[in-house]
């Protein structure tokens, strides 16, 4: 990885390296120069391709995509500024490299989540939301990716294999639900948008938020973001649920940054992302009901899942009545199978002092 950056930056020298993240997985390094260089600094962030053929982030196209949202970003202040990639590269440059500015050391919200210090982990929750709506408010919409991820793009392809699990494994069934205005919603209001708007990809510099990992970044509904803040995080790996004080305050901010926008355009927006990913992950119904799975395992997808539905039933009712009826009827459902989705959901270590439910 040193001596592809140093080829693609030109006349740069690499005198160390420090890993960030799992290497194994996904090479990420921080690496440091032999002098500071005008519009790259002492330090780089460098990427290469992630080393499976499974899950998310496989492919170059990923790398790829990144490449195409930091220049569509450049200017912005909302991300790092990419300097240079080797992923279009034709043979013998076979090492894939996308190579960013250094943002420092963070920290990311991740990291005061799961800190002791709820007010700085708050403020942290804020800046985030913030930085949505900056995202969402104010960057150019028109943005091509370089790849679909179906889930984020195509989120109401999953309704089948949910309802087919549902009737599979004795769940009530939907009945006539509001899919074809949800259909509508989601393609009628797009931007550009993150697509993994989790604590761990915000980084907090000098006390304001940025973006990091835009591998998934794509033109989309903005609820597909801006529902990570309501549920919250949806999709996020260390899933806990936060104070619903913090949730209203970072609603507001998130709002705030935004263009003016009358309430009901508002929830609209709010209840299409909420009931969108609901959705997304309630279609995993087969691996949350299985008895195979590791038992910590299944006590956190039913307690998210449970939670995920319900938090999306509360904002996405008063727009689509008959769907929520359903998520908080597969919802009670859930909680009458499975005895461990009747407890409250886990908290966030920064703020366990507050009740989670």
């Known amino acids: 990885m040193e001596r592809t950056v140093e080829r693609l930056l030109g006349g740069v020298r690499v005198v160390e390296r420090m890993d960030l993240g799992s290497s194994d997985l996904a090479p990420v390094a921080r690496l440091f120069l032999d002098r500071s260089y005008d519009g790259i ?13 499974v899950g998310w982030g496989r492919g170059s196209e990923f790398l790829r995509n990144e490449r195409l949202a930091l220049d569509h970003l450049r200017g912005t202040g909302l991300a790092p500024v990419f300097l240079a990639s080797s992923v279009d590269e034709p043979a013998p440059h076979h090492e894939q490299v996308v190579v960013l ?53 195509h989120p109401l392809d999953l309704w089948r294999p949910l309802t087919e699990a549902a009737a599979e494994l004795g769940f009530p069934p939907p009945g006539d639900v509001e899919l074809a205005d949800l259909a509508g919603e989601l393609r009628r209001h797009t931007t550009f948008t993150h697509g993994d708007f989790t604590p761990n990809n915000v ?4 006390g304001e938020a940025r973006l990091v990992d835009l591998e998934g970044a794509g033109r989309r509904h903005p609820g597909m973001d ?11 790996g260390h899933w806990a649920v936060l ?12 709002r705030a940054a935004l263009a003016p926008m009358e309430d009901s355009a508002y ?3 709010m209840a299409t992302g909420c009931a ?13 009901a299985s008895t195979d799975q ?64």
């Open 41 to 53: 600094g002492r330090t780089v962030i460098a990427k290469g391709r992630r080393l499976t053929d």
């Open 101 to 153: 500015t250094d943002l420092g050391p963070g920290p990311t919200v991740q990291e005061l989540l799961f800190g002791d210090d709820p007010m700085a982990a708050t403020e942290g929750l804020l800046a985030m939301a913030r930085l949505a709506g900056a995202l969402h408010g104010t960057v150019d919409p028109e943005f091509a990716a370089a790849h679909e991820v179906q889930f984020l793009d």
């Open 203 to 206: 980084v907090l510099v000098d």
């Open 226 to 236: 801006a529902a990570c803040l309501r549920l919250p995080f949806p999709q996020y």
């Open 243 to 254: 104070p619903d004080h913090v949730l209203a305050r970072m609603d507001r901010a998130y």
């Open 267 to 269: 929830e609209r927006m």
């Open 276 to 288: 969108a990913w609901a959705i997304v992950r309630a279609s995993r119904l087969r691996l949350i």
């Open 294 to 357: 590791d038992s910590v395992e299944a006590v956190r997808r039913r307690t998210q899942i449970v939670q995920t539905l319900t938090s999306a039933a509360v904002s996405a009712m008063a727009v689509y009545p008959r769907l929520c009826t359903w998520f908080e009827e597969l919802a009670g459902a859930m909680q009458l199978r499975w005895e461990e989705t009747r407890q409250p959901p886990r908290g966030f270590q920064a703020f366990k002092d507050f009740p989670n439910q």
